[in-house]
């Protein structure tokens, strides 16, 4: 299997530390809101990189950190609390509104069929792990108090900025729009390893330390969370490329601080989903969520189908546009799929589902090519080998892809649209019966987005999919 290693920016052979089970931490979502399907596509590249390891032949034990402590903007004392931002926005306690959003992420996961990871494990369970851990960089002089917090001094690092590639002066010019400098600081990089709440008095979740009420950093969690469960060698450690720096690179300088060898060999980032305006985020333009795309009259497995044809490291723009045309060829699909299911005979033909099997291997152990992975099962349903051979193939892509192509059926996704259809014209009469013609404008705006076109007759209003 060959990966991209952002750390030494090569294509590598993996070779796990044992070989009988790989390790793997993929950062969690930050739950002070829904998560916005850029977040999911990095779920989606995780989920088909577990699984891949699954297909050749390992056992994979993977764990996930739930961000539910708050964290702030910035590494100084200054800066909005997301979670407490999201409790104020809801009438909620931070608890409340933590447990919401997990719930929320689970449930899209699961319409992504993207597999929750054997692990999972919130960051404000591990409060005793963090503190431990701190204590030893504290004893060895290469964490320090300042100004009330626990600072991590990263001049004692030789290798600080490794994985990132780039120099301390390139990084601050990124990051010096939201980072305010707490003055008390031994370097500008030193980033936080514990914050004391003597400035902050409503700050809602907090825990006793022997350096004051207070909590943890953020990029402690990683750490801690993935060595109580996977170990002190790891061999994959994931997110997206935002996550680079400062969180993974941090977590490294803390993690071989205290471990003294090199703690994860393997570094796989995600390439971001953009919108025509830029990075998405949840805070700008519109909140693209699977909710909304299932509002929007789409099956959350064509946005799996979309993502799966590009590389994950490649950016990816998203459009309805695009979307639209990926879920025309998934139905297309589950169409073919579907006749090779009514019509299968013979016996399955061992060599060549050998053959086709090794072609997908191979693609996949390309550094994960899913886009040629779907072209040899465009391959397997164009090839005249019997339906029995294609069927036993479909099923096997199949758990790496997951896009339930023996399961889901076209007609029950025309079925899910058709069900929509009428939905919006329900909400339309309803809006002209209020008088509400602007949002009655807007449903057939969005209908013909998705090539319905309606026409109000005496009957009532009739559409067409053109
Ligand atoms: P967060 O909940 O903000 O901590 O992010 C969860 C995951 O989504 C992290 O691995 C991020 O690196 C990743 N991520 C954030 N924005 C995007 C995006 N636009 N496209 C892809 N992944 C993203
Ligand atoms: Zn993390």
Redesign the pocket.
């Known amino acids: 299997m060959k990966l991209y290693n952002t750390l030494g920016r090569k294509v590598e052979e993996f070779i796990p530390y044992n070989k009988k089970e790989v390790t793997m931490y993929?950062?969690?979502?930050?739950?002070y809101h829904y998560?916005?399907i850029?977040?999911l596509?990095?779920?989606i590249f995780e989920d088909i990189l577990e699984k891949t390891l699954h297909y050749i032949g390992y056992s994979v034990k993977r764990a996930m950190n739930i961000?539910d402590v708050g964290h702030l903007t910035s590494d100084a004392d200054t800066g909005e609390d997301k979670m407490v931002k999201g409790a104020i926005r809801e009438h909620k306690t931070v608890w409340e509104i933590a447990d919401f959003y997990t719930e929320a992420f689970k449930r899209d996961t699961e319409k992504l069929n993207i597999k929750w990871p054997e692990i999972v494990s919130k960051a404000t369970d591990h409060i005793d792990d963090y503190i431990q851990m701190i204590q030893v960089l504290l004893d060895r002089d290469i964490a320090y108090p300042a100004g009330g917090n626990i600072y991590f001094d990263v001049s004692k690092v030789s290798d600080y900025y490794e994985l990132s590639g780039k120099n301390a002066e390139d990084l601050m010019v990124g990051v010096r729009d939201d980072v305010e400098e707490d003055i008390h600081k031994r370097n500008p990089a030193d980033f936080g390893l514990w914050f004391t709440s003597s400035k902050f008095d409503d700050q809602a979740m907090k825990w006793d330390s022997p350096w004051g009420v207070g909590y943890p950093g953020w990029h402690i969690e990683c750490s801690c969370i993935s060595m109580a469960y996977l170990g002190e060698h790891l061999d994959i450690h994931?997110?997206?490329?935002?996550?680079i720096f400062p969180h993974h690179t941090n977590e490294i300088a803390q993690s071989e601080a205290l471990l003294n060898h090199q703690w994860c060999k393997y570094w796989c980032h995600?390439?971001?989903?953009?919108d025509s305006t830029g990075?998405?985020?949840?805070s700008k333009g519109e909140f693209l969520t699977v909710s909304l795309l299932e509002e929007k009259g789409f099956h959350p497995l064509s946005y799996r189908y979309f993502c799966l044809k590009s590389h994950y490291r490649n950016q990816l723009v998203f459009s309805y546009e695009s979307l639209k045309q990926a879920e025309n060829e998934y139905k297309k699909l589950l169409q073919r799929v579907a006749k090779v299911k009514e019509t299968r005979f013979g016996e399955k033909d061992i060599d060549a589902f050998k053959k086709y099997q090794d072609r997908f291997k191979e693609a996949l152990e390309n550094d994960l090519n899913t886009s040629s992975a779907l072209t040899v099962l465009y391959d397997v349903l164009k090839d005249d080998i019997n339906h029995e051979t294609k069927y036993a193939l479909i099923e096997s892509f199949d758990q790496v892809l997951s896009l339930d192509l023996l399961l889901t059926e076209k007609k029950e996704i025309d079925a899910q649209f058709e069900a929509w259809i009428l939905e919006k014209i329900e909400e339309r009469k309803q809006a002209k019966v209020n008088k509400d013609f602007a949002r009655a404008d807007e449903i057939r705006e969005e209908l013909k987005e998705k090539n319905v076109l309606i026409k109000d007759t005496r009957e009532g209003t009739i559409y067409e999919i053109v």
């Open positions: 993929t950062c969690g979502p930050t739950v998560a916005h850029g977040n596509r990095t779920y961000t994931c997110g997206g490329v935002d996550n995600g390439e971001h989903l953009n990075k998405m985020s949840k």
